[in-house]
């Protein structure tokens, strides 16, 4: 092979891996971690209305519906409760100074570590730990 074609090569493979590198991953995890990453965004698109990070939340959130498989009526319903009870929490002083400062994003990161959260996967997502589109019908 020439110089040239190698070099060819070279650059192709390195052009794909920069493409693979930039590709959304979130496709390739479970309807269980999607769910759970939905429930994080509803609650930062919650947490930061009118916001760039609000608008950017509440797209991400849109998004999953494509790749997530779960009972979007119901489990919708609940997450938007969760979210909505989580963010009234009170975290005025965790800890001593920060006066002031409301821990959103602290109260959508404990709402994503949840139990309550982990049993509406349970509930919801019947089947967690596919990766893709609907699992196929069983027969």
Not at 33 to 56: I, M, T, V
Not at 90 to 108: I, S, V
């Amino acid at each position: 092979m020439g110089a040239r074609a190698c070099l060819f090569v070279a650059a192709l493979c390195s052009s794909l891996t920069a493409v693979a590198a930039d590709s959304i991953t979130a496709i390739r995890r479970t309807n269980a971690e999607n769910y759970k990453d939905r429930a994080l965004a509803a609650c930062l698109s919650a947490a930061y209305p009118g916001s760039e990070a609000g608008a950017d939340s509440d797209a991400t959130k849109s998004v999953f519906l494509e790749w997530t498989y779960y009972d979007e009526d119901r489990g919708n319903r609940a997450t938007d409760q969760l979210v909505e009870r989580y963010l009234r929490r009170d975290y005025r002083n965790p800890t001593q100074g920060y006066a002031g400062a409301q821990f959103k994003l602290l109260k959508c990161l404990d709402l994503y570590h949840s139990p309550e959260l982990d049993a509406q996967v349970r509930q919801f997502v019947p089947h967690p730990n596919w990766v893709g589109d609907k699992p196929p019908k069983q027969k």
